[in-house]
């Protein structure tokens, strides 16, 4: 790799920072004024304030971690490198979709390529388990896609940094968005 691509690799990953930080300012920002929950064994749909900022945890699976939940779902993706992670929400969600969506170039188009796996539910108690998932540099990335609250369809794609291997997730758009 020439000084040219790592500073083309820096460059992307500096534009995505900035970006992350950019989207969890406004999130920061508009949710000051919503009043909090604190019971927290209130997590259906029905039963949590539409006020809830829903928080999506993407971790390495451990065995330690693993072993904590009673169940949980699972997708075996045969195109990774046999990463294990877990997803869970901090409440329910509705409509939970797996998604093989892929990025422009440029980072800012994405598309979904197909639905690799869906829930009608997806629950902090039984939570979602992808093994082989994800490679470092690649272009068709995952995704997962849910409806909020609000009624409202949000999409997060799933990747590996190229760089450090760290998991990097954030919130895209489609259409107009």
């Not at 992307?12 to 920061?28: A, D, P, Y």
Request: charged share 25%; proline share 3%; hydrophobic share 40%.
């Amino acid at each position: 790799m020439n000084i040219f691509d790592k500073r083309c690799m820096i460059m992307k990953q500096l534009k995505i920072s900035i970006f992350f930080m950019l989207i969890i300012t406004v999130l920061l920002m508009t949710g000051c004024d919503q009043p909090s929950i604190t019971d927290k064994d209130e997590t259906s749909l029905e039963t949590v304030s539409p006020a809830v900022e829903i928080q999506i945890s993407v971790d390495r699976a451990t065995d330690e971690l693993l072993s904590s939940y009673a169940s949980f779902h699972e997708f075996v993706d045969s195109s990774g490198f046999g990463r294990v992670l877990l997803i869970k929400p901090n409440v329910t969600i509705r409509d939970f979709n797996f998604l093989e969506i892929q990025i422009s170039d440029d980072g800012i188009e994405y598309n979904i390529l197909r639905k690799l796996y869906s829930l009608d539910e997806l629950t902090p108690e039984k939570p979602f388990v992808l093994s082989g998932i994800l490679g470092a540099g690649t272009l068709n990335i995952r995704g997962i896609s849910f409806t909020d609250t609000h009624d409202a369809v949000r999409y997060f794609y799933i990747r590996e940094s190229g760089y450090d291997g760290s998991i990097i997730t954030g919130e895209f758009y489609i259409g107009n968005g």
